[in-house]
């Protein structure tokens, strides 16, 4: 069973801060945080991952509560492009770890 | 290449044949992982390997799947006596295993798109 919960759709106004949530209360403590999204139906895209600090790159930020049991992954400025479904995970840093994914959040952005 | 190649793209059969699926991962890359994903499913974890063995197949869907890798590179995955139920988009990815400043994601292939009549 995936180790995370999501909502099952969310809406966001082109433009706009997109904010997906992710609950993971079973995180162990080497776990870090996964993002990816599936666009159509090509392969899962990498976005951005973290253990316990927020992280910011090119295509998104990762907020990661203190007690590490949730995190949001925040899109600055959604565009048409961006609406996917979006996958959150947790897994070992390194190794070939049983990665498991969770049912995601279809994002629809709207212009 | 320079991403995870997966053969064939498209695969239609008729129920009761096998099918072989392939999977490239990337050069060097010494976890490989298969999932199934049912049209407008997620993505359903079938396996892993860590180098050639595979330290869980509990997720295979039953003993007509079976899956196989060898010289840390080229994996396949096998379905005899195939089902309608198969039908299916499977998606290989591949990992690093350890290395210092690697970001430890998945790197996944286009799929193979599975019917089976």
């Known amino acids: 069973d995936a180790k995370t919960t999501q909502p099952p759709s969310m809406d966001c106004a082109e433009g706009r801060a997109a904010n997906l949530p992710c609950n993971h209360s079973?995180?162990?403590?080497?776990?870090?945080v996964y993002w990816y999204r599936q666009i159509h139906s090509q392969g899962p895209q990498y976005i951005i991952h973290?253990?316990?600090n927020n992280e910011t790159n090119e295509m998104a930020s990762l907020i990661i509560t203190e007690d590490r049991k949730s995190s949001t992954l925040i899109l600055p400025h959604a565009t048409l492009r961006d609406t996917a479904v979006y996958y959150c995970?947790?897994?070992?840093?390194?190794?070939?770890?049983?990665?498991?994914f969770g049912a995601g959040t279809r994002l629809f952005v709207k212009a | 290449g320079a991403g995870v190649s997966q053969s064939p793209s498209n695969k239609v059969t008729e129920k009761g044949k096998d099918v072989e699926l392939r999977c490239d991962p990337i050069?060097?890359?010494?976890?490989l992982y298969w999932y199934r994903q049912r049209l407008g499913q997620g993505l359903e974890f079938l396996i892993y390997?860590?180098?050639?063995?595979?330290?869980?197949k509990s997720g295979l869907p039953s003993d007509r799947f079976s899956a196989e890798r060898t010289g840390e590179s080229v994996s396949t995955l096998t379905i005899q006596r195939t089902q309608q139920e198969d039908s299916a988009v499977y998606l290989c990815?591949?990992?690093?295993?350890?290395?210092?400043?690697?970001?430890?994601?998945?790197?996944f292939g286009e799929g193979s798109r599975l019917t089976v009549l």
């Open positions: 973290g253990l316990k």
């Open positions: 079973t995180i162990s403590g080497n776990e870090y």
């Open positions: 995970i947790v897994r070992g840093h390194t190794g070939g770890f049983k990665t498991i």
């Open positions: 390997f860590q180098g050639n063995s595979a330290p869980d």
């Open positions: 990815a591949s990992s690093s295993y350890g290395a210092p400043f690697d970001t430890g994601e998945l790197f």
């Open positions: 050069s060097g890359h010494t976890a």
